[in-house]
């Protein structure tokens, strides 16, 4: 049963996911992501609900407009495969508190969509980032009603202001390392990151830092990158997080282990 559950999330995570395509087309250029209905960009046609199933269309299509064969970027199915398979992490991670997962599979759906304009734009729209406040602290108050868990809830709130107040503190001793948009998004991890614990909202904030230098450290060793180079750094937030929510205890407890050691 439990498998099944994590199947029917894992579908309707490419669902979301197709979504996403268009929510991170559409956002950056401040369109609206209700309609109209998605068009090949070349000529202009509208895309069939045939067209619209994620992943398969695309395969079977083989990456090409059904009208004028324009190439389709990969990425598309990449996107739907990828919240496929963080909704159905993320429902196996949570199996124990049902009331749980609605928060933590809209993490998955924000941060993809997050990480990808990022990657694009490098910047992180205020349009996805403030909204997820509200709704990251209304879907914690289901499980904090459902299982009593007001702590869990308190940590919470805690988590947010630790780890944006870290943030605003780095981005201030050196702005040039990252933005207000950084800031903001880092709030918004730490609520979910502190629900879980306090070494949760460590290893995913340490994490990020790590992920983004060890990227960068490539980069500038093979020579696309420079000390000044931008290089967006919430995708590495994200998945820092991403993490931590999945595996975090397991590296707490693995550090305590060498502590103790």
């Not at 894992?10 to 309609?35: D, K, Q, T």
């Not at 948009?181 to 880092?186: F, I, S, Y």
Request: net charge positive; aromatic share 12%; hydrophobic share 55%.
């Amino acid at each position: 049963m439990d498998l099944v559950v994590v199947a029917l999330a894992a579908v309707l995570g490419l669902l979301i996911g197709s979504f996403l395509n268009v929510v991170i087309y559409r956002v950056p250029a401040g369109e609206s992501v209700v309609s109209p209905r998605s068009r090949c960009p070349r000529c202009g046609t509208e895309l069939a609900a045939r067209d619209n199933v994620p992943v398969l269309s695309w395969l079977f299509l083989r990456g090409r407009c059904r009208t004028c064969a324009e190439p389709i970027s990969s990425r598309y199915p990449l996107v739907e495969a990828g919240c496929g398979v963080l909704f159905g992490l993320m429902t196996w991670r949570f199996m124990d508190s049902p009331l749980t997962i609605p928060a933590y599979l809209y993490l998955a759906a924000v941060g993809l969509a997050l990480a990808m304009i990022d990657v694009d734009t490098k910047r992180l729209p205020d349009a996805l980032t403030l909204p997820s406040y509200p709704v990251a602290a209304a879907l914690l108050l289901i499980p904090a009603f459902g299982y009593h868990e007001w702590s869990d809830f308190v940590r919470a709130v805690l988590g947010a202001v630790a780890l944006g107040g870290f943030y605003f503190v780095v981005l201030f001793i050196y702005p040039n390392g990252m933005g207000w948009g950084d800031v903001k998004l880092a709030g918004v991890l730490g609520a979910y990151l502190g629900w879980l614990s306090w070494g949760h909202v460590a290893v995913g904030g340490f994490l990020g830092f790590a992920l983004g230098g060890v990227l960068g450290g490539l980069l500038m060793l093979v020579g696309r990158a420079g000390r000044k180079t931008a290089i967006p750094f919430g995708p590495f937030m994200i998945l820092g997080t991403i993490i931590a929510v999945l595996w975090g205890q397991g590296i707490v407890d693995w550090y305590a282990g060498i502590l103790g050691n």
